[in-house]
Each structure stands twice: as C-alpha cells, then as structure tokens.
C-alpha cells in the first residue's frame, strides 16, 4: 500500500497518511519505537487528535515483545499510559502485560437486552419506566448496589463471575451463551485482589457508578444490515431495546491501583526501560505479570456479575411496569462486550499463528463470521459489537470483521470519544439547562447529580455516527443498526 507522507499539521507532526482512513505514525517519531502507530481517522478526526494521544501512541511502540503496530481507534483520546481507543498486541513469549493497558474500569463494557415492545408500546409508560429504573438501578459516585453480600461470597464472585449471578436467580443459563468469555474468564484468582479492593466491591455489586457510565432505553431508528440485525434479534424500526455500559467498580479501580504499583520496578528489573511511568508494565511471563493477569480475570468477573444483576433487575422493571414477565415481553440478552481487557488469543503475525496478549483499551473486541470464540447463534453473521453515543444523541449495533481479524487483532472502537475534558465542558455549560434541552430532544433523563451532566453532554464527544463510519469504511466492523435515546439514567 503507497504511503502519501502529509503532515496533518506542526501540532501532531508526521502523521503519513496511508489511505482515506489510516494514518501512520512511523518509526522515529519518538526514541525506543519497536513498530509504527497507526491510526484510523478521517482528515477531520485526524486534526482533532490531542498531541498526547498522539505521542501515547508512539510511547505504547516502545514496550517489549510488541508486533505489527500499536493501534488507535477513531474514538481516541488521552488516557492513563495507553490512549483511550488504544489497541496493542504483545507475544506471550517475551512480551509484556501493562495494567495501564486496560485501565482503571476493568471489563467496562455494554449489554444490550432486545424486546418484543414497540416505541407505541412504551411511550404511554415513559416517565414511569424512568422512575422505575432509576429505583431499581443504583447510580452515582460511590454508590451501592443492594446486593447484600459478604466478602467470602465476593471471592466467589471473583472466580465465577455471571455463573455466581445466575445460579442466584439474577438471570438465566442461556444468557451465559452470550457473554464474552461466557461470563467467567479462566485464571482467575480471588487471592490476587487486595483486601481494600473487595471493600471497595463488595456493597457495589448490581450498580452503575457515574461518569459515562449509563443506563438507557433506546428504540431501533435504522437498520442497514437486515440479515445481521435479524441474527441479533433486532426485527424492525421502533423496536425498543435495553442498552447499560458499565463495568467493575471501586473493585477493579483499586486492582488497577494496586498492580501498577507492583509493576512500577519491573521494568528495570527485567532489563527495559519506560519512557512514561504510566505504563507500568511486566514481562507476561513474569510473577508479576501473571499475578496481575489473575487479579485483572478476577476484576472481570466482578463486572460480568455486575452486569447481570443490573440487567435481571431491568426485566424486574419492565414486567412491573408493563405487568407482563420478561420472557413474554421478548427480553433476551443480545450480546455482552467488554472494552478494557487484556485476553491471550491467537492471532496471525508475518503468516504464523502466534499467542498474543491483547490489550484493548477503549476498544472492542470485533470477531469475524466463523471465529469459534463467536457464539453459535452469531458465527454465520459474526460477533455483535455495541458503539454507545452520547447521551443525547444516538448509538450503533455492529459486527464483527475478518478485516479487523487482519488487521485491528480483531477490535473495533468501543464509543464516541471525547473532544472536550470534563472541565472544559462543565465551563462551557455553564448555566445550561440541560435535563431540559435533552426533553426538548425527546430525551428524558433521570440523574443522580445533575450538576455533572456538562461532562458528558453532546459537546464534549466526537459524533459517534462518524466514528462507526470510520471503522465501518476501513473494513474493522460493519454498521448493523442505529439506536436513538428516549430514555437515559445516569449517575
């Protein structure tokens, strides 16, 4: 492929850019870069791209053991060591594992749950529904889930994670078909998460925390691909659907806190040195890298059960509400897909199968039609992909791609990506009314703190139907369905 080196401008230096939709960072932007960046933007999203997402990027090249390229997704922006949209893959020979490489929100991901009820169906019920839910979901800083649970039954959450849930009757067997890593991942062990960690969890457990994190009922607004959409359940304009993106709490925020503290004198140890501290990072192999990937498992089997509460108690709510039980409502979990996860997989690299630690942050897993980790129900068409938006605005079903298998180690973005930091949006909100700008766009919101909606208002996140257009047209994932907000709970 012919390289047009172009300079997107003196503020991001020599970005090359490869086609319509990748942008190369090559070798030699910054000392110590084992492979190039590349980026997947258009020109636009090209100019918005922060210099240090940009030169986290380059920092993510320097790390031992890693191949091909360190990735961007179109949704990138800074983040703790790697960039938020960051995709790299290290050998499990002599790589490495970063705790920084998955983040602070271990396992975050999203849920969909499809119905059989119509837009009409519901909008007699809307501010109802929203109280109800609002109840029901705990949301908010801090807050606490309702799960009364003793800190012996979290280690048991630790190793079973969705299993734990369902054999409690929060859910049923066969939604474990559809949760990546089939809701528990192996290797997991309770043993490795701090006593401070499972404190922070343990009285969380069933709860949606606060900052981007959301609860929303959206209903189907267009569908581009109808045989995929079909496969996921989705069966028509107006069709309304259960949408949540959360992940594993105080619980895995403290993980994260605690490894890269462990982390943080490997590197010399081991003969490499970091050129940010902030990617505190072990050999996978090392004691060090398999105790956080044991605690890393741990905290994603935490966030598998979290979810699944959250989502039992959403049928709760819809058969309170619509006075009908959630199998006769049509209420069966689509897919669950986490985007801050480092997973050993196989992948092909210079024409050899070869292990790899994948780490994906603020990224999607997307695997193509046929993959055997796909479910079943889904590997003629591919693995569902769940693009969340703003929350005034609008959300995207996806698929799975053998180009992103080819070229992403199977990923995809995982949202719309900020444009603005928390801050400046509150300053540029200021006195803005939002709970009522959003009802003015057919949107009713119940919140905990309405106060901190500036920080997650449209203004400061890139369009996401512009994201999925990107990875869409470079072939990583395949626009399926389009989902416009009517409902959102937020902490």
């Not at 009409?120 to 979901?137: G, I, K, M, N, T």
């Not at 189907?220 to 959409?229: G, M, N, R, T």
């Not at 994932?477 to 959102?488: D, G, H, M």
Request: proline letters at 4%; one cysteine or more; charged letters at 25%.
């Amino acid at each position: 492929m012919k390289t047009r080196p172009s300079p997107v401008n003196e503020r991001l230096g020599p970005l090359e850019r490869i086609d319509d939709y990748r942008w190369r960072l090559p070798i030699g932007y910054r000392d110590g870069m084992r492979v190039p960046g590349i980026v997947y933007a258009d020109a636009r999203m090209a100019e918005q791209i922060g210099r240090h997402a940009l030169d986290q990027v380059a920092n993510v090249a320097t790390l031992p053991g890693i191949v091909r390229a360190s990735l961007a997704m179109p949704d990138i922006h800074e983040g703790y060591g790697f960039p938020i949209g960051g995709v790299a893959a290290f050998r499990e020979s002599d790589g490495v594992i970063a705790a920084g490489g998955v983040g602070y929100d271990v396992c975050c991901g999203v849920r969909l749950v499809r119905t059989d009820l119509s837009l009409d169906d519901v909008r007699a019920h809307r501010d109802r529904l929203a109280d109800e839910l609002f109840r029901a979901v705990p949301s908010g800083l801090g807050s606490a889930g309702g799960l009364k649970i003793t800190l012996a039954e979290t280690d048991d959450v630790l190793r079973r994670g969705a299993h734990w849930a369902v054999e409690r009757g929060y859910g049923d067997p066969e939604d474990l078909e559809v949760i990546e890593e089939g809701g528990a991942m192996d290797g997991a062990d309770p043993g490795e998460v701090s006593a401070r960690a499972k404190d922070r969890g343990h009285g969380q457990l069933g709860s949606l925390g606060s900052g981007n994190h959301f609860l929303s009922i959206p209903y189907v607004e267009e569908i581009y691909d109808p045989d995929v959409a079909r496969a996921f359940g989705i069966t028509g304009v107006g069709q309304v659907v259960a949408f949540f993106h959360c992940g594993s709490r105080g619980l895995g925020h403290q993980v994260c806190d605690d490894h890269l503290r462990l982390m943080s004198p490997s590197a010399r140890r081991y003969g490499f040195e970091l050129v940010d501290r902030q990617l505190a990072s072990a050999p996978f192999r090392s004691d060090e890298g398999q105790r956080y990937f044991r605690a890393m498992a741990a905290a994603a089997n935490f966030a598998w059960a979290n979810r699944q509460v959250i989502m039992h108690r959403v049928r709760e709510t819809f058969a309170k509400v619509f006075g009908r039980g959630a199998r006769d409502l049509g209420m069966t979990l689509v897919y669950d897909v986490a985007h801050n996860m480092a997973k050993l997989e196989e992948h092909v690299v210079d024409g050899e199968p070869t292990r790899l630690v994948v780490h994906r942050k603020g990224a999607t897993r997307a695997f193509p039609a046929g993959h055997p980790a796909v479910p079943e129900r889904y590997r003629a068409v591919g693995q569902p992909v769940f693009i969340p938006g703003d929350m005034g605005r609008y959300s995207f079903v996806a698929a799975g791609t053998a180009g992103a298998m080819e070229e992403t180690f199977g990923s995809t973005c995982h949202g719309a990506g900020r444009v603005q930091s928390r801050s400046a949006a509150r300053r540029q909100l200021r006195g803005v009314d939002l709970v009522a700008q959003l009802r003015e766009h057919g949107v009713i919101i119940r919140v905990r703190n309405p106060r901190l909606l500036a920080e997650e208002a449209s203004e400061a996140y890139k369009d996401v139907a512009d994201v999925v257009r990107v990875c869409h047209d470079a072939g990583i994932s395949r626009r399926v369905a389009k989902l416009r907000e009517f409902i959102v709970v937020k902490g």
